[in-house]
């Protein structure tokens, strides 16, 4: 029996490959590092066309009633949960184009109440990236902003049969709906084993401050068995493909539109982790994972760590809707069995 289902294989698909032995990852195919320079609006056709399905993309507007259920809730996660869920479409196809439309105008819109600030309209001459970053601050990003915003968004769009995505898929097999199946699988991300806290990582590094200090620091928490945040992963046993994509779009962006000190002090930082990590668990392969250049991108678009999470479902869903449209064409209900362990009736 394989616990969690590690290693079963529960459907093809054409969307992505992550090969962990390797450091590979291949969306659609495309290795990640040629996708890092697409628009996101261009990924996302790639990921629904693989699937059978020819969509617009653009940032929606969303309707009054979900702005209201956004004022009350308690994270910008549960705001995107809430909010996704209230949302409608005729079919599926429509649904698609509203959802992949729809997150980030509810994540701004959550956000800019959360700071007593009214949400803003989308705009028709931005992209999705852009409207993003204008919902939120209420100015038109920099383009360098942008670009980092969208390798990010990129980046992070498709990664094979994770919890989310296969939650996502199962809910599709039933017949649901593709808001149902999208909720679905915000509610699986929203856990912290699978969604992960980019977050950590960058407060080590604010914690190190100063690259003088980074080999103190990092031997005492490994020396009290601390795990290095941003460093190791469960899948890929060399350097996650990901994080050599963002390490050069945060050193792009940074050097032309924001604090070239926190990058190279983060840099500083990465390169002493690795090398003491070796020094003390030698054989073990922890690497640097997305999580690191994740955070360190993130910040430097002047987003919020309550924001690190929503905005990768901004990217997320476009992989979740192609992943349902490939699983409504196999037209069969995922239904795994299980071994039963407990107790059994007295023999007669």
Known sequence: MNSGLEGIVA??????????????????????EELSSWHFEDVVRLLW????????????????????LLR??????????????????EDDDAAAELLVGAFPTIVAAYWRMQQGLEPIEPRADLGLAANYL????????????????????????????????FTARVIASTGSDLVSAITGALGALKGPLHGGAPGPALDMVFEIGEASRAEEVLRAKIAGGERLMGFGHRIYKVR??????????????FTRAGDMRLYELARSVEST???????????????TNVEFYTALVLHGLGLEVPLFTPTFAIARVA????HCFEQRAVGRIIRPASVYVGALPAMV
């Open 11 to 32: 459907a093809e698909t054409r969307l992505s490959m992550v090969d962990g032995e390797r450091g590979e990852l291949v969306i659609g195919g495309h290795r990640v």
């Open 49 to 68: 066309g693989l699937a059978g399905f020819e969509g617009a993309v653009k940032v929606a507007p969303i309707p009054a009633h979900t702005q209201l």
């Open 72 to 89: 009350n809730a308690a994270s910008a996660m549960d705001a995107l949960r809430v909010g996704v869920a209230s949302l409608s479409a």
């Open 134 to 165: 204008y919902m939120l601050r209420g100015e038109v990003p920099h383009e360098e902003l942008v670009r980092g915003l969208e390798t990010y968004l990129n980046t992070v769009v498709e990664h094979g049969m994770n919890a989310s995505t």
């Open 240 to 253: 996650d493909p990901r994080a050599d994509v963002l390490a050069k779009a945060a050193e792009r962006m």
């Open 273 to 287: 982790a690795l090398r003491l990590l070796e020094e003390h668990k030698p054989g073990r392969r922890l690497q």
């Open 319 to 322: 992989g979740w809707t192609a």
